[in-house]
């Protein structure tokens, strides 16, 4: 589809689901009703080490309205081996199963779960049982384990380990004459999503299923669910229409979906069970990592030699890994470089994916350090990062189908007004304020994974396109309907899009920031094929105008298939179908990769961002006064959802830089600030001026409609950009994430 | 949240015998009260809703000071005109401390009762003096960069979480109580207390007394003031220090000086070293 037929794609439609979201319309998985609910509250372990002895539930059966408490010695009917609890996301290892044995592996662990006739009734009994356990050591300390690292002996699908050294990183180190080595740590974040995981298992007669669930794949939530507990997939339905933010926490089925299921199919009810905020901090999380960052260059500034090497944690259960140091081998030119990649065990629940898992921290550290080279070289940090510029990926040796980040430099820069920046640090002052400005790169793979759609066009002009995808929250039923109604040239209040459920054309996960491309590609394909069948259809028809015509000469558009030169030569869809006797036409779509094509390129996205920090030097209190983030992400589909995809990146970036960090008590294994009000995120009142830019980008290789994905991007760079700034403010240098007051008062 | 009686008393009388069991509680706003039954931290037998009880007026005090009832909400408090104009100094303390929406719902009594913001004390499962007598401190040793660093104790080294009583505090209100043996006024000074031996006790009230109002006394330093607060966001975070300032000047010199300080020990710290070293002096350094 060229720009000239888009009359939707490309513009700034409202979202589709707006008004459902802001009136309350929009159900989410904990409040579909259902005939004779049962409600289930989640007893976790207070400990992060050991066996439970015994635990002891009478005075919790004691109270009115409890049906039954199930514990790992009473626990439902599920598979044995660790293949079928492994969901299409899981990393390798023995996959978390919820009451399955007396064994504890990390505080917060799911121990029993109280089922009773009312919410109240669940969650007070829960609070009455008591765990009696034998405490064995544990540790929740990277630090602690950091030299028992180990290279994970078994990959993690998806996950590309490090690339191989190349040439003589080490050597090329010893000889350069600027280097230097540096320390970084940037601590684990939880997700904390507005809409708190939840499941609701309706059980219909005859042992049907249909879960309503907080996840970002309905279809992998129905694989895992038929898999653990030996059930036909067609007997179970997952429904997710509307998911309150996810960031990556919903890419694998959550404890609280197991425990719905199994409590329902013991009892033959309906169950609900939804965790509560603590709750949410025992699920997955942004792995804390340590990194050392190696890197040499001329005099001039040209990159000699890169090192980085990171340590992460992961759970006893499993190897959780992330993509952390490769970026480190594909941002910049370098001929040498090596990278490692190492997890260390400890007590906590398995990591998991979090917004541009990887990328967020691992480029953080990256470009703190090209900061500190230009700073070490007396240039300009954005000239370092231009005069490296990498027009092709030194990890593969491929090419980029397009990389328009040296615009992200130019647009982003002079938006910013980067030209009036004075070099030297603690140059800039207001009042007792001392201004900082500080830049970075951004990148984040952009994926096209293989997903299917199904349009149906009726022969009253109304589209329904379908596919099995999530929304999250970026705006996936609005873009899905704009790229539909350009597809068949409807207005937008003909189309409906149809998603979150696991009846629907088959569909990846929603992550990875691959849904508009992969999603949006399907539905196009089924569209066309729509307009295909609508062609061949019209051709037949006694004295069809369009007898004599090829399919790439016909248009679609106000009702109506004609050709393109010829406007009047055309039918009317109706008049169409009505004279094959049809009511509609269905079709359905499939985008997947082409591997002809993966051998020679590969795909990012890129962005440039630029942050001014005031510091009162006197408190060390820090401010994000402005933020500019100008990104290169190929076709802009909805440059409002897309703006504000942006806009979110930002703020966690923020948090990133200055806010977020679970604090772990280590004596006992536990996380101490579990709730909103201790675990910080940036409040309005951190999040001033944001400027959301999107350079041109033409890339006809990425996906086939030429869009990159927005999902990760803006957080990717955002915490280096304060970080820099931070230091151009006060020539303190944190390398410490989140840079908190006592740090940057220390420093 | 464990089963508790709830009672709706509509006269101060009846909120004080209603008050008198141990476990008795009063609901005001509930922004804290609630969350402590929900982390089961407190477990009330009875919940003594005093919404309802004539305390919602700031009126004239004899002295010339004000009297703020127990059930003025902060965001009330706050934006009154007669505190924005006298007392500016309680205003923008209010004003650092919550949300707005946490304002709209807290109360005047209910705020100088708030409890500790220390994570042991919200988490059941660990040792914490003051929710546990006797249980010990997990916080000593623990995650305690946002405890006390003036006048702990062995047992315990929480913090008082308000803003707004740092300028109470400077500002030498008084709290009027009234319990089963009658009315009596604490200044404010000695309301909270240190932890000591009893951390378990915030505060100097007996048992089954009910806050009904605080009084502003006359001198109201509206002129020359700040509440300074540092935390590790700008907004809706707990402080990691605060200090609410309050001079009186005559003819450019500093003739009194009152300074306390927040988010550094159990109680709002007057620092009397400080306030009398400003005190009748030049002001500039």
């Not at chain 1, 938006?415 to 830049?439: N, T």
Request: aromatic share 6%; net charge negative; glycine share 8%.
């Amino acid at each position: 589809m060229s720009s000239a037929e888009m009359l939707h794609v490309g513009r700034p439609i409202s979202r589709v689901d707006g008004r459902l979201k802001v009136t309350g319309q929009a159900k989410y998985a904990a409040e579909y009703p259902a005939a004779d609910l049962l409600h289930g509250c989640v007893v976790s372990s207070t400990i992060a080490a050991g066996r439970i002895i015994r635990l002891h539930t009478d005075r919790a059966r004691a109270m009115p309205g409890v049906v039954e408490i199930f514990t790992h010695e009473n626990s439902g009917k599920a598979a044995r081996q660790d293949e079928d609890w492994r969901d299409d996301i899981a990393p390798p290892g023995h996959p978390l199963r919820p009451l399955h044995s007396d064994r504890i592996q990390f505080d917060g662990q799911p121990i029993a779960l109280v089922i009773a006739e009312s919410v109240e009734a669940a969650r007070d009994a829960a609070a009455l049982v008591r765990a009696e356990c034998a405490i064995e050591p544990h540790c929740t300390q990277l630090e602690a384990k950091r030299s028992q690292a180990y290279v994970p002996p078994e990959k993690r699908s998806g996950i590309p380990p490090p690339s191989d050294p190349r040439g003589e990183p080490e050597q090329a180190f010893a000889q350069a004459p600027i280097k230097f080595s540096r320390e970084y740590r940037v601590h684990a974040e939880h997700h904390n999503p507005m809409e708190m995981f939840a499941s609701t298992c309706v059980f219909e007669p005859g042992g049907k299923l249909t879960i309503y669930d907080k996840t970002q794949g309905s279809q992998n939530v129905q694989s895992y669910v038929a898999s653990v507990f030996g059930l036909k997939p067609a007997n179970v339905r997952v429904i997710n229409h509307y998911v309150g933010g996810a960031f990556g926490s919903g890419l694998r089925p959550q404890p609280q979906l197991f425990l719905a299921v199994m409590a329902s199919l013991a009892l033959k009810r309906s169950v609900r069970v939804a965790l509560t905020r603590t709750q949410m901090f025992y699920l997955g999380y942004r792995p804390d990592t340590f990194h050392t960052v190696s890197l040499a260059s001329d005099h001039q500034g040209t990159l000699l030699s890169i090192m980085h090497d990171a340590v992460a944690e992961t759970s006893q259960y499993e190897d959780y890994q992330e993509a952390l140091v490769n970026w480190s081998g594909l941002m910049y030119r370098c001929d040498n470089v090596k990278l490692s990649y190492q997890l260390a065990k400890l007590n906590k629940a398995t990591p998991c994916d979090m917004r541009a898992p990887g990328a967020a921290n691992g480029v953080t550290v990256l470009e703190c350090a090209m900061d500190e080279l230009a700073h070490e070289l007396d240039i300009d940090p954005l000239e370092l990062r231009k005069l490296n510029f990498a027009s092709m990926d030194g990890n593969t040796g491929k090419q980029f189908t397009s990389k328009a980040l040296d615009a992200c430099y130019r647009e982003g820069a002079a938006a910013f007004g980067w030209s009036g920046r004075r070099r030297e640090p603690r140059a800039m002052r207001d009042g007792h304020e001392l201004i900082g400005w500080g830049v970075s790169t951004g990148t984040w793979e952009a994926f096209l994974q293989t997903a299917s759609a199904r349009a149906r066009l009726t022969d009253d002009c109304k589209l329904e396109v379908s596919t099995a995808a999530s929304d999250i929250g970026p705006g996936t039923w609005t873009i899905l309907t704009q790229i539909g109604a350009d597809a068949l040239g409807l207005p937008l209040e003909a189309v409906s899009a149809r998603i979150g459920d696991s009846t629907l054309p088959a569909s990846p996960v929603e992550g990875g920031s691959w849904t508009a491309a992969s999603n949006g590609s399907a539905v196009q394909a089924a569209c066309e094929a729509v307009k295909h069948t609508l062609f061949k259809r019209a051709q037949r028809m006694a004295n069809s105008p369009l007898a004599d015509a090829s399919f790439e000469h016909i248009e679609v558009k106000s009702g109506g298939i004609g050709r393109k030169d010829d406007p009047r030569r055309s039918l009317s869809i109706a008049e169409v179908m009505h004279a094959a006797d049809l009511t509609e036409i269905v079709e359905d779509g499939q985008a997947s990769a082409d591997p002809e094509q993966a051998k020679r390129y590969v795909s990012y996205t890129n962005s440039a961002v630029f942050a001014e920090v005031r510091v009162d030097e006197e408190l060390g209190i820090v401010r994000v006064a402005r933020i500019v983030c100008a990104t290169a992400a190929g076709r802009i589909l909805n440059p409002k959802t897309a703006r504000s995809q942006i806009l979110g990146g930002v703020v966690m970036g923020i948090g990133m830089a200055l806010h977020e960090e679970a604090m772990i008590d280590h004596r006992l294994g536990k996380i101490m600030n579990h709730n909103f009000a201790e675990y910080h995120v940036p409040a309005h009142a951190d999040v001033d001026d944001i400027e959301v830019i999107f350079v041109d980008e033409h890339d006809d290789k990425v996906s086939p409609l030429g869009v990159k994905g927005l999902g990760e991007i803006g957080i990717v760079g955002t915490a280096a950009a304060v970080a820099n700034a931070i230091f151009h403010a006060t020539g303190k240098r944190v390398r410490d994430f989140p840079i908190t007051i006592d740090k940057l008062l220390a420093a | 949240m464990n089963r508790f009686e709830y009672v709706r008393p509509d006269t101060v009388a009846h909120a004080v015998k209603a008050l008198a069991d141990r476990d008795a509680r009063a609901l005001a706003g509930g922004t804290n009260l609630v969350d402590l039954m929900k982390y089961e931290v407190t477990r009330p037998s009875r919940v003594v809703d005093i919404n309802h009880l004539p305390l919602r007026q700031i009126e004239p005090a004899p002295d010339g000071g004000l009297t703020i009832g127990a059930l003025v909400t902060n965001s009330e408090l706050a934006w009154d005109p007669r505190i924005t104009k006298r007392y500016p100094l309680l205003a923008s303390a209010i004003l650092a401390g919550a949300s707005p929406q946490l304002r709209n719902a807290a109360t005047t009594g209910g705020n100088l009762l708030q409890r500790t913001r220390c994570y042991y004390f919200y988490d059941p499962s660990t040792a914490c003096n003051k929710r546990e007598p006797g249980s010990g401190c997990s916080a000593i040793g623990g995650v305690n960069r946002i405890h006390a660093i003036l006048g702990a104790s062995d047992g315990c080294i929480a913090v008082h979480p308000s803003d707004m009583c740092v300028a109470l505090a400077a500002l030498e209100a008084v709290v009027n109580v009234e319990g089963k043996d009658g009315k009596r006024s604490i200044p404010f000074s000695a309301f909270h207390r240190l932890p000591g031996s009893e951390p378990q006790h915030d505060n100097t009230m007996l048992q089954g007394e009910l806050i009904t109002s605080i009084t502003l006394p006359a001198s109201d330093f509206g002129s020359n003031h700040t509440y300074l607060k540092v935390r590790d966001r700008l907004s809706y975070a707990f402080a990691l220090v605060s200090v609410a300032a309050a001079l009186k000047l005559e003819g450019g010199e500093i003739r009194t000086a009152r300074v306390a300080l927040g988010g550094v020990a159990h109680k709002p710290w007057r620092d009397p070293d400080a306030e009398q070293a400003l005190s009748n002096s030049p002001g500039a350094p």
